[in-house]
């Protein structure tokens, strides 16, 4: 079986695989808004607010930061929608009383934001912008820089905000606002790890695990919080409220456990010699590079 490849095996430049990594992105965004158009299920908003966020990252690994507004659009209607798909799923479980008047307002409030969000999905495949992104990509300035420097460059730049922003984050002043922040740049360094992954194989596999397992936790947290504001001027909500705060405060302190367990013992470098968010990944790099 062939091994990974490692960045001192792969060799080459930057540019090439910057741009074949925002192209299999785009294709899978393109593919997830198709998706979304025929069918808006909580399924289908999920996988195209992930898509966008992993093109997004790979576009900037390319440099290419501009005319993401209309990306923006979409985004935030897809959030509409995923929010009240969160609600109506804790309404569901926790069955609170007046139920059944919160989920009919709830249900309301989805069906507009879906319509909403579908017609600009509309408009993104009818103007083909998928296509404008592709010939974007294509002629994106050459780079001297070896695609090992580009990985060096972007993920040492994410992993060290990365660490600030959680050690922040996991302190007992961090407000529900700071967490949510840091959930988002967990994301950017996920989906940044991941889109270099082909250079370093599964040494990279528990890193990512365990920052998944972070945004798991302060998901759990920005859903309550979220649900709480969007439904307390509903007949009924305050109770709902109630049992969502509770929920906050078990999830928050999981995450601070957990963060204190996972990632304050050392620096987080995905790509030094002596990586400590997981011990495993020395060993596993030593033996994709026998």
């Known amino acids: 079986m062939a091994q990974p490849r490692t960045p001192e095996s792969a060799g080459g430049k930057a540019r090439p695989f910057a741009v074949e990594q925002a192209r299999g992105q785009l294709r899978h965004l393109s593919s997830q808004i198709s998706r979304a158009i025929k069918s808006s299920n909580p399924a289908a908003v999920h996988d195209?607010?992930?898509?966008?966020?992993?093109?997004?990252?790979?576009?900037?690994?390319?440099?290419?930061?501009?005319?993401?507004?209309?990306?923006?659009?979409?985004?935030?209607?897809?959030?509409?929608?995923?929010?009240?798909?969160?609600?109506?799923k804790f309404i569901a479980r926790f069955k609170v009383p007046h139920a059944a008047v919160l989920q009919s307002k709830l249900e309301g409030r989805r069906k507009e934001s879906e319509g909403a969000l579908v017609a600009e999905l509309i408009k993104w495949r009818d103007r083909r912008l998928s296509l404008k992104w592709r010939?974007?990509?294509?002629?994106?300035?050459?780079?001297?820089?070896?695609?090992?420097?580009?990985?060096?460059?972007?993920?040492?730049?994410?992993?060290?905000?990365?660490?600030?922003?959680?050690?922040?984050a996991s302190s007992p002043e961090a407000t529900p606002k700071?967490?949510?922040?840091?959930?988002?740049?967990?994301?950017?360094?996920?989906?940044?790890l991941e889109l270099f992954q082909p250079l370093y194989g599964s040494s990279l596999d528990?890193?990512?695990?365990s920052i998944k397992s972070a945004s798991t936790l302060l998901?759990?947290?920005?859903?309550?919080?979220?649900?709480?504001?969007?439904i307390a001027g509903y007949k009924g909500g305050n109770r709902l409220a109630d049992r969502l705060k509770k929920r906050q405060h078990k999830k928050t302190e999981e995450f601070r456990?957990?963060?204190?367990?996972?990632?304050?013992?050392?620096?987080?470098?995905p790509l030094s010699k002596k990586p400590v968010a997981s011990s495993r990944i020395v060993s596993d790099r030593r033996k994709s590079a026998a």
Not at 64 to 74: C, D
Not at 178 to 183: A, D, G, I, V
């Open 219 to 230: 998901g759990d947290i920005n859903d309550c919080v979220t649900v709480a504001g969007i």
């Open 257 to 269: 456990k957990y963060w204190k367990e996972e990632f304050t013992r050392s620096s987080i470098d």
């Open 48 to 88: 195209l607010r992930v898509a966008i966020r992993r093109f997004t990252q790979a576009i900037a690994v390319t440099d290419m930061r501009k005319n993401r507004r209309r990306l923006k659009k979409i985004m935030t209607l897809a959030g509409e929608v995923r929010n009240c798909d969160v609600a109506l």
């Open 206 to 209: 528990p890193l990512i695990a």
């Open 135 to 168: 010939t974007a990509l294509d002629s994106t300035p050459s780079s001297d820089k070896d695609v090992d420097e580009l990985a060096r460059r972007v993920l040492g730049r994410i992993a060290k905000d990365f660490q600030k922003r959680g050690n922040e």
């Open 178 to 192: 700071y967490l949510h922040h840091f959930r988002i740049a967990a994301k950017k360094f996920r989906y940044a």
